[in-house]
């Protein structure tokens, strides 16, 4: 079965340090990958998306997630973390002949000063 | 951009009692809509997909007679919560897409049965 892993639960850095938020993937063929943010009590907000092409992709907010074939890997970088990315973080994966999105477990981001 | 709406965004209602949850793509016609439900500090759990016309796909382990879903046009679904139960208490987000590009979220909906 399809799933998608997030091995960290919760990170906690440095205001100005850079992050690295880490997603796995169990697929046979290269599935439709996202990178999701969620505030508490809010909806969630596109960070990226991984269609094909060029496996490093740049989203909003300064975060970029690179594909890795070979690692069945989606990571989500940020060089220089600001407060307010203190959030919750889904990596996601669409079953491409499905249009079924399965979600990871998540990660959340504290930042401190 | 793609936007979708979800009405309302928090709901407190009557155990016992049936809530309606809508879900509205403003902009684009949603070939697929789809329902989640999200637990607090926990990840979003797909529950049915519904495409216009057709009868909703439910996810194994849902209930479709409590949670039933009509997707009477392709910009609108809606979710009813019958006979609802404190166990019901959850963040429901409905999704949209068209043609499978990705997706477009709405903004969840809160409900709390007391």
């Known amino acids: 079965a399809q799933s998608v892993t997030q091995p960290d639960i919760h990170i906690t850095v440095s205001e100005g340090a850079s992050l690295e938020l880490r997603c796995n993937y169990s697929?046979?063929?290269?599935?439709?990958l996202f990178w999701y943010v969620q505030s508490p009590g809010q909806g969630l907000q596109l960070l990226l998306k991984?269609?094909?092409?060029?496996?490093l992709v740049q989203g909003i907010k300064g975060f970029e997630a690179e594909f890795k074939r070979s690692q069945s890997s989606f990571n989500l970088r940020k060089p220089s973390v600001h407060w307010s990315d203190a959030a919750e973080y889904f990596c996601?994966?669409?079953?491409?002949?499905?249009?079924?999105?399965?979600f990871g477990p998540g990660t959340s981001l504290s930042v401190i000063p | 951009g793609a936007v979708v709406s979800q009405h309302p965004s928090r709901v407190i209602c009557k155990s016992g009692t049936s809530v309606k949850i809508e879900c509205r793509s403003l902009?684009?016609?949603?070939?697929?809509m789809f329902w989640y439900r999200q637990f607090p500090k926990q990840s979003l759990m797909l529950m049915a997909t519904?495409?216009?016309?057709?009868?909703?796909?439910?996810e194994q382990g849902v209930e479709k007679d409590k949670f039933l879903i009509n997707h009477a046009s392709l910009t609108l679904s809606t979710l009813t919560v019958t006979s609802a139960h404190p166990e019901d208490s959850s963040f429901y987000i409905c999704?949209?897409?068209?043609?499978?590009?990705?997706?477009?979220f709405g903004s969840g909906t809160r409900l709390t049965v007391v």
């Open positions: 999704s949209a897409t068209q043609r499978g590009y990705g997706y477009t």
């Open positions: 991984y269609f094909s092409g060029d496996t």
């Open positions: 996601a994966v669409m079953e491409t002949s499905y249009d079924k999105v399965i």
């Open positions: 697929y046979g063929a290269t599935p439709y």
């Open positions: 902009d684009f016609q949603a070939t697929t």
């Open positions: 519904s495409n216009e016309g057709s009868k909703a796909t439910y």
